[in-house]
Nanobody, 115 residues
Framework: QVQLVESGGGLVQPGGSLRLSCVAS????????MRWYRQAPGKERVLVAG????????TYADSVKGRFTISRDQAKNTVYLQMNSLKSEDTAVYYC????????WGQGTQVTVSS
């Protein structure tokens, strides 16, 4: 059974930090590229960051470059999203996504940036 389980979301003040985690199971994690998407209320789901299957290549949306870092731990079947200098516009549900032959999604974790 394929599962992607996100955690680490919550309420944080502007300028603060959070680290999201996504634990994968049920497929060969090391062969899948991993991505983080987010969806704000009333808006489309958009790509935030991606990392290649081997971890050697990363990509970021312009809106988060220099503030967010994506990484993966192959031994733990986990992908992370370190989010620093958070802004109110980062408020959204964040989703983990695995892409190769198949496309898998997690259930999402809420991130709220507010004072």
């Amino acid at each position: 059974q394929v599962q992607l389980v996100e955690s680490g979301g919550g309420l944080v003040q502007p300028g603060g930090s959070l680290r999201l985690s996504c634990v994968a199971s049920g497929f060969t994690f090391s062969t899948y590229a991993m991505r983080w998407y987010r969806q704000a209320p009333g808006k489309e789901r958009v790509l935030v960051a991606g990392i290649s299957s081997g971890g050697g290549r990363t990509t970021y949306a312009d809106s988060v470059k220099g503030r967010f870092t994506i990484s993966r731990d192959q031994a733990k079947n986990t992908v992370y999203l370190q989010m620093n200098s958070l802004k109110s516009e980062d408020t959204a549900v964040y989703y983990c996504n695995a892409v190769n032959r198949y496309n898998y999604w997690g259930q999402g974790t809420q991130v709220t940036v507010s004072s």
